[in-house]
């Protein structure tokens, strides 16, 4: 019943900024945490940024200083905001939200994805 939508992403020089978008529609409670993941082509999925409820953000090592996460709750959305970005951040970047259920277990729930290209 939950289904996330992501845009923002596409083609942009090295150097160059995109911000992402994610938005959250259906039965959505006890929101625990909204994040992006990313996955190059031919490599695992990776965290590159999460935020808790209450605001708390961590970022894998090689965005930190770049991305920018944040969200506004009320609205079941998240963003990303990169900057300075490089090839090697090239990738397809998933929207991930985590609910808590009511039984006290987290559910995942997942964007489509939107490509980002980083030319050189």
């Known amino acids: 019943q939950v289904q996330l939508v992501e845009s923002g992403g596409g083609l942009v020089q090295a150097g160059g900024s995109l911000r992402l978008s994610c938005a959250a529609s259906?039965?959505?409670?006890?929101?625990?945490?909204m994040a992006w993941y990313r996955q190059a082509p031919g490599k695992q999925r990776e965290l590159a940024a999460r935020i808790t409820r209450g605001g708390s953000t961590n970022y894998v090592d090689s965005v930190k200083g770049r991305f920018t996460i944040s969200r506004v709750n009320a609205k079941n959305a998240v963003y990303l905001q990169m900057n300075s970005l490089k090839p090697e951040d090239t990738g397809v970047y998933y929207c991930n939200l985590q609910l808590i259920a009511a039984w006290g277990k987290p559910i995942d729930y997942w964007g489509q994805g939107t490509q980002v290209t980083v030319s050189s």
């Open positions: 259906g039965s959505i409670f006890n929101i625990n945490t």
